[in-house]
């Protein structure tokens, strides 16, 4: 059995999953735990000897927490970091996939209804060329027929925001081979202005995917990304813009997958599309994968490019992360678990 004694205790400290660090009363570090190591990304050698303020800037989300205590006539501080951003980052992730779940469970209830609508159009059409010879029952029967396709109609006005949304027919697929078929078609949208670059670093991984609507999806956010460069230059005066298309394979780890709530580590293929357009305000990033949400006017979009963007990636077990600020452009990033 473990005694209570300092080792066991600094053992512990070392390996806890907060961020916990030592230092002297005048805020120098001592010491820091595996866990702080990785949120900052240096070793425990480079971080001892910054003082706290210096470790800490430029993270507004950081939250301190300080213990004093005496060990060797020393007056020491135990202090645990606490990134408050990560966990609203992840409760964004969390809200957003059981908003599109919930309208896809609508979705699929709507479309049922819609069915039944054109199931009784159909047998009232039939009932109709049957009894060509009477009129009057002819005339009862396209009454109906008018009754169910509007109806009918109510109903697709409804459930269009999934309209583009096919049989979903996932296969392992080599990702980076799919991404490069899809260079052509994008050559065909951008405006000769935009350098387009692409950067495939893994061309072997494959992970489960639709092809078609993973190129539709793609296609889509390269689209978005043309408009914010547009948008930039005619705020500018500045043609042209840089559209990146960039692949690449990761290992990771728990920490590195803290803000999505269900996400296990392992190896990744993080595909993203960044622009050097105008950028969004929080409030738009944060409401970009709403239903019918749309930061142009309504002859041009009608908001569901982006909530076919996430179905398709979320129903293939990945995940979307975005990356915006106003005025520097954007980076959506789809994470996509390898398989095999």
């Known amino acids: 059995m473990l005694k209570s004694n300092t080792d066991t205790w600094a053992a512990a400290a070392k390996a806890a999953t907060a961020a916990i660090v030592i230092s002297n009363s005048d805020g120098i570090v001592i010491d820091a735990n595996q866990s702080t190591q990785a949120m900052f990304g240096l070793t425990a050698a480079e971080i001892s000897g910054q003082s706290l303020d210096a470790l800490t800037e430029g993270r507004p989300h950081l939250e301190r927490f300080v213990a004093l205590f005496e060990y060797e006539g020393q007056s020491l501080q135990v202090v645990t970091l606490h990134d408050d951003a990560q966990y609203r980052e992840a409760a964004e992730h969390l809200a957003v996939k059981m908003k599109v779940e919930g309208f896809g469970e609508?979705?699929?209830?709507?479309?049922?209804?819609?069915?039944?609508?054109?199931?009784?159009?159909?047998?009232?059409?039939?009932?109709?060329?049957?009894?060509?010879?009477?009129?009057?029952?002819?005339?009862?029967?396209?009454?109906?027929?008018?009754?169910?396709?509007?109806?009918?109609?109510?109903?697709?006005?409804?459930?269009?925001?999934?309209?583009?949304?096919?049989?979903?027919?996932p296969e392992p697929i080599t990702v980076g081979q799919h991404v490069l078929d899809c260079k052509g078609l994008i050559e065909a949208l951008i405006p000769a202005d935009i350098e387009l670059v692409f950067e495939i670093e893994d061309e072997i991984s494959k992970a489960s995917l639709s092809p078609g609507q993973m190129a539709e999806a793609i296609l889509e956010l390269c689209e978005n990304a043309i408009i914010a460069m547009s948008e930039r230059s005619d705020m500018s005066g500045q043609d042209g813009g840089r559209l990146t298309v960039r692949l690449v394979r990761q290992e990771l780890s728990k920490y590195d997958l803290r803000s999505f709530y269900d996400a296990a580590p392992g190896p990744w293929l993080s595909l993203s599309i960044s622009d050097t357009g105008v950028g969004m305000t929080d409030e738009t990033r944060r409401r970009m994968f709403d239903p019918l949400y749309s930061t142009q006017d309504t002859t041009e979009g009608n908001g569901l490019g982006m909530v076919l963007v996430y179905s398709v990636f979320s129903r293939s077990g990945g995940m979307l992360d975005v990356k915006s600020k106003k005025g520097e452009g954007t980076t959506v990033t789809a994470m996509l678990p390898v398989i095999g």
């Open 106 to 169: 609508l979705a699929a209830n709507i479309a049922h209804e819609f069915n039944n609508h054109l199931g009784g159009a159909s047998g009232f059409a039939q009932m109709a060329l049957s009894k060509i010879d009477d009129p009057a029952r002819v005339q009862m029967c396209l009454e109906e027929v008018v009754t169910a396709t509007n109806s009918a109609a109510q109903q697709v006005s409804r459930i269009m925001v999934f309209g583009r949304q096919q049989l979903f027919e």
